[in-house]
């Protein structure tokens, strides 16, 4: 009986310790930070297998720079229960239920995933494609100054997503079943469309549309790094050379690939094969994962780091349920002070964040964000010095926990120029575009360090670079607000003698505006005798206050109006020089009908001044238009080629001019008298 009471005692005692939950531990590979509960072994091979995809990018991209910007946290979960609690909507009615997912917060990106699925068979079907995927997209899209084309950047996230790490190589390209399946089960998209697909595009919005969207995208990009025996590459290389110097897409597309066709149709093909080619890379011995820094979780600290997992996924209970967790463990812990301010910012309710944000820094956090969004939290419009003096000191304590944090360099770099620390503010704003050249906030930050530094004309040159890297349209309306501004306070100083299109042979430069007799044939223009002293004589003043009048007829769809306005932009007369007002204009006299301003816009179009640059498309049109004929295409064919100062470029614009010449244009005639020889 004894024996049988000790046994029951000792099954009760293992029962209670299986049941116990399993311990939290924190394990810091160089590059990433893993929390896991699969134990420390375990902890140690995720934060590897990461650290080799990234190795893997930067030896296949040495010219970029492969990192996020933002830490990357990976959460390692021992079971389907664990990574349950931390991705819960999935689990919800009948979701699909991942082994890997990711999100991103306020200043973290987020990746979870299941440590206990089989690993990969010589199917090579990679379990952690999802949060590879996440990684993948993150750290290619942001080693180029612009946007690339969605093709492109979800192309190469798919097939880097099935990237399989062995413990003595990488197999990266893996085939992909489930695409190759999609794809010929479906009608595949259109070239066009499928090129040009943005994020409001029905291919990146509708469910079903992405995943189509994606496969194809996952097929063009496989067969240019591995279709054919590899003979794609240097076009590729040549192609990612040209994004990363700033090229626009389409423009880099022209010049890397000329026509996409026979890449697509190669494609097609491509997908209905069986036997498919990928890279074997051996592993780096550059990181050892015995070398990386780990260290117990307390109670608390697991529950803040799920909590601010689940304020990513939108899960506020249940962020909310950590966060009490955690300060039950620990109420000195500034965690639940951090995750209340972050619900509560998310749900605009400033005052109450602003509260929480400051209850977290006076806790002692250590987490940038609480620092740069209370300041945000603080600011004032027209702050006096003593304001910008403590908002500044709240973000240096932001900018010293993560120095590299392009947001924080801006707002910093909006404090200093209010505090007249012009240097300081021109050296932070440009640390910003330079870590994230993409972001059209950082490039008008470092205009305005500009134009208070009274570096005028870069200034505006970078608020026009920030116009064109605009992704919706507050950020392109406060780019023009800054331009509108510049136009109405800078004044140019006098020239000796005023700017005469008529002998300019410059790159881009206008053609003649009609003149003031034009406007009263199309529409008994308002004001056209002021109008020809802009017109006939040159004269700036009299420009610079027809530009109200000819902006009131474009705005009434009258198209000559707006070539004319067009020109004023394009040429500064009466107003500053601006390519981009004067793509604007030329573009509504283009929709309007007016085959000249369509020529006039195909100008900028091929240099890329003042709308996105696509070179092909340009001279297609000048081509076209030259034709027909329409006389100002023509001349600007002839100076697009007279740019090149090649010697066959410049006996075509020759050409183009004497026959333009001959037709009694005596724009035409001008311009070919000064061309050099």
């Not at 794609?232 to 110097?245: A, I, K, M, Q």
């Not at 500064?572 to 390519?579: H, R, Y």
Request: net charge positive; proline share 5%; glycine share 6%.
């Amino acid at each position: 009986m004894r024996k049988l009471v000790l046994a029951l005692f000792a099954a009760i005692a293992s029962a209670g310790l299986e049941a116990a939950p399993a311990p939290w531990l924190e394990v810091k590979s160089p590059h990433f930070t893993v929390i896991t509960n699969a134990g420390e072994k375990q902890g140690r091979r995720t934060a590897w297998q990461f650290e080799q995809i990234r190795i893997a990018l930067v030896n296949l991209w040495p010219w970029a720079k492969i990192d996020s910007g933002r830490p990357f946290v990976v959460f390692a979960a021992r079971d389907e229960t664990t990574l349950k609690t931390l991705g819960p909507q999935y689990w919800e009615g009948k979701q699909f239920r991942p082994v890997s997912f990711g999100n991103q917060g306020r200043d973290r990106q987020f990746l979870a995933l299941r440590t206990d699925v089989a690993q990969p068979d010589e199917q090579g079907a990679n379990p952690y494609q999802s949060a590879y995927w996440s990684y993948t997209s993150a750290v290619f899209t942001r080693s180029f100054p612009r946007r690339l084309p969605a093709w492109y950047s979800r192309g190469m996230a798919e097939v880097m997503s099935n990237t399989i790490v062995r413990d003595k190589e990488l197999h990266v390209g893996r085939p992909m079943a489930e695409n190759l399946e999609r794809l010929r089960q479906y009608s595949p998209i259109p070239l066009s469309e499928f090129l040009s697909a943005e994020g409001r595009s029905r291919w990146l919005t509708q469910l079903e549309d992405v995943w189509l969207f994606d496969a194809q995208a996952w097929a063009l990009v496989h067969y240019l790094l591995f279709g054919d025996k590899g003979v794609h590459l240097r076009r590729v290389d040549r192609f990612n050379r040209l994004l990363y110097d700033g090229t626009a897409a389409p423009v880099a597309v022209q010049e890397a690939f000329g026509d996409m066709r026979p890449y697509y149709d190669g494609m097609r093909q491509y997908v209905q094969r069986n036997l498919f080619s990928y890279a074997r890379v051996p592993v780096s011995v550059d990181t050892r994962l015995e070398a990386y820094a780990s260290r117990p979780l307390s109670a608390g600290e697991a529950a803040v780091l799920r909590g601010e997992l689940l304020v990513a996924m939108n899960r506020p209970a249940e962020a909310r349920a950590f966060a009490a967790e955690a300060a039950k463990a620990d109420s000195s812990l500034p965690g639940p002070w951090e995750i209340e301010a972050e619900l509560a910012d998310a749900d605009d309710r400033r005052d109450e964040a602003r509260a929480a944000f400051a209850k977290a820094a006076a806790a002692g956090s250590k987490r940038a964000h609480v620092y740069y969004r209370l300041a945000q939290l603080e600011w004032v419009k027209d702050a006096d010095k003593t304001t910008l003096e403590r908002l500044a000191s709240t973000l240096e304590k932001a900018r010293e926990m993560e120095p590299g944090s392009a947001r924080t360099l801006s707002f910093l770099a909006d404090i200093r120029s209010g505090l007249g620390q012009h240097d300081e503010a021109l050296a932070l704003a440009r640390k910003a575009v330079e870590a994230e050249p993409a972001e059209s906030y950082h490039r008008l930050t470092l205009a305005r360090a500009l134009w208070n530094a009274r570096q005028r004309e870069q200034a505006v040159q970078m608020a026009r670079s920030a116009l064109q890297a605009a992704d919706d349209d507050s950020e392109r309306q406060r780019a023009q607000s800054f331009l509108d501004f510049a136009a109405r306070s800078s004044t140019p100083p006098p020239a000796p003698n005023t700017p005469d299109v008529s002998t300019t042979t410059g790159v881009g430069a206008p053609a003649a505006a009609p003149s003031a007799a034009a406007f009263r044939v199309v529409g008994g223009l308002r004001g056209a005798d002021d109008l020809a002293a802009c017109f006939e004589r040159r004269d700036d003043r009299a420009c610079g206050q027809a530009v109200s009048v000819l902006d009131a007829a474009c705005e009434a769809a009258q198209p000559v109006a707006c070539r004319s306005l067009g020109s004023l932009y394009d040429g500064g007369f009466g107003v500053t020089p601006d390519k981009t007002r004067a793509g604007v204009a030329y573009g509504r006299g283009c929709r309007g009908g007016d085959r000249a301003s369509c020529a006039r816009y195909a100008v900028l179009q091929a240099q890329g001044q003042g709308v996105a640059r696509d070179t092909a498309q340009g001279l297609t049109t000048l081509q076209r238009l030259c034709a027909e004929p329409v006389d100002d295409a023509c001349i600007g064919w002839a100076l697009v080629l007279a740019s090149a100062s090649a010697k066959a470029e410049l006996a075509k614009a020759r050409e183009l001019l004497r026959a333009t010449c001959d037709r009694k244009n005596e724009e035409a005639c001008r311009l070919l008298k000064s061309l050099p020889r």
